[in-house]
């Protein structure tokens, strides 16, 4: 295992930090909004662009100390990518189709 | 030097991201309706999802890296069987 150098640390940290600060703006949002339809869009800052962010995090620290590239934690981001559209597309028509039926 | 700021970085993501996944336990415990609960389910499996990410780099091993892929895909089984329910009262018709 190599020792890691100043400027991947302060990559790392600065990373994780916009990741998981960004991922909890997201999570306050989903408190902090009024509407149902409000509230769907906010957790997927978290779903993408702090996934992101936290899975490049992993991906150069593991990278530098194990002194090969390590690129599985990519398949994290992708699969998160693909699957949060579909799980929002399928929960806001159940939604809508439970609005509808209340009226 | 870089070790301590690697190391304060990450108990920050940590906590951070722990109040994430409480913000997301308020909304499946006070929902008011169905469709709330099973967002704040999705968003909480996220969150721990990359909480065990930090924890992998924190000890170095990539055993925390299965725990999250498991995570991930089963996370997204149950949000899409939860909208079925919603949807049709049954998950398998």
């Known amino acids: 295992m190599n020792a890691l150098p100043d400027w991947a640390a302060w990559l790392t940290a600065l990373?994780?930090?916009?990741?998981?600060?960004?991922?909890?703006?997201?999570?306050?949002?989903?408190v902090r909004l009024r509407k149902f339809y409000d509230r769907v869009h906010a957790p997927t800052l978290g779903t993408t662009l702090g996934t992101l962010n936290i899975v490049l995090a992993s991906m150069i620290y593991f990278?530098?100390?194990?002194?090969?590239?390590?690129?599985?934690?990519?398949?994290?981001?992708?699969?998160?990518t693909v699957t949060t559209p579909i799980t929002l597309?399928?929960?806001?028509?159940?939604?809508v189709f439970r609005d509808q039926l209340g009226k | 030097m870089s070790a301590t700021v690697l190391d304060w970085a990450l108990v920050a993501a940590q906590v951070l991201l722990a109040l994430a996944m409480?913000?997301?336990?308020?909304?499946?415990?006070?929902?008011?309706?169905?469709?709330d609960r099973v967002i704040g389910l999705d968003t909480l499996y996220v969150n721990a999802m990359l909480l065990l990410l930090t924890f992998g780099i924190r000890t170095g091993s990539s055993l925390y890296f299965e725990a999250a892929l498991a995570i991930a895909l089963l996370g997204f089984v149950a949000t899409v069987a939860l909208a079925k329910f919603l949807?049709?009262?049954e998950v398998i018709e």
């Open chain 1, 15 to 30: 990373l994780l930090l916009l990741g998981a600060g960004i991922t909890f703006i997201g999570s306050l949002g989903l």
């Open chain 1, 63 to 80: 990278s530098i100390t194990e002194a090969r590239p390590v690129l599985h934690e990519i398949l994290i981001a992708i699969f998160v």
């Open chain 1, 89 to 95: 597309l399928l929960i806001v028509r159940a939604a």
């Open chain 2, 22 to 35: 409480v913000c997301a336990v308020f909304r499946l415990a006070r929902g008011p309706r169905a469709q």
């Open chain 2, 87 to 89: 949807m049709r009262g």
